[in-house]
């Protein structure tokens, strides 16, 4: 399994609350990626990240940031939690090569009261 | 307007039959094409992938078949195994970055 560790599992929290879900590789892969997983919708991508410091805006950004200060960690953060985001969010990562399969990280629950 | 379809939410195989799973999309500029096998309260698992150039890759007992001029692609898995009851969800890529658009799923139930 790739080293792919997510916390935490679960939150629960309140509207307007600032939310942070930290990814953690071993892997040492280049990308990074923030999905959001809803009923009918598969998996979205928020943000990604293809090197320390560098990230772009994936299909559903609003409402998100992410940073990345070392290669290891991915941190996906709601300045201020709305119950839309209420969802259960995956981390994955890939390496350099193009069309390489990405690898998913258990995920996180999280509900926003 | 979602760019990777799947149109069955769940289909219902009997063991030791075939289970075939359907994709369609509509963005022409992705070639390469992956399925993913997913779990309750686990992360989607990779399972098998295929590049444009190819119309067909297989691996054990799963095979992937993709008809590029019906942008259609399927998965087939013979013979289908009770632990093969899971989430399925098909991905496409078309860019060097890696990103993957995904169908919304298909939930396969093997019955034994």
């Known amino acids: 399994d790739a080293g792919i560790t997510q916390s935490p599992r679960h939150k629960v929290t309140e509207t307007g609350t600032p939310v942070t879900l930290r990814c953690h590789q071993t892997?040492?892969?280049?990308?990074m990626y923030w999905y959001r997983q809803d009923p009918g919708h598969g998996l979205r991508l928020i943000h990604y990240?293809?090197?320390?410091?560098?990230?772009d805006k994936g299909e559903v950004s609003d409402g998100y940031s992410v940073s990345r200060s070392k290669t290891e960690d991915f941190l996906l953060t709601l300045e201020s939690a709305t119950s839309s985001q209420t969802s259960v969010y995956f981390c994955a990562i890939s390496g350099r090569q193009v069309n390489q399969p990405q690898h998913f990280g258990d995920g996180t629950r999280l509900s926003i009261l | 307007d979602q760019q990777v379809k799947q149109n069955s939410p769940s289909l219902s195989v009997q063991e030791g039959r075939i289970s075939i799973l359907n994709c369609d999309y509509t963005n022409s500029m992705f070639d390469y094409f992956l399925w993913y096998k997913k779990y309750p309260a686990e992360g989607p698992t990779f399972l098998i992938s295929i590049s444009s150039i190819k119309d067909k890759n297989e691996d054990g007992r799963f095979t992937v078949f993709l008809n590029k001029s019906a942008k259609h692609l399927s998965l087939h898995i013979v013979p289908s195994q009770p632990g093969d009851s899971a989430v399925y969800f098909c991905a496409a890529s078309g860019n060097a970055g890696n990103m993957l658009t995904f169908g919304g799923g298909t939930r396969l139930m093997v019955k034994p």
């Open positions: 892997e040492n892969h280049r990308y």
């Open positions: 990240s293809y090197g320390v410091k560098d990230t």
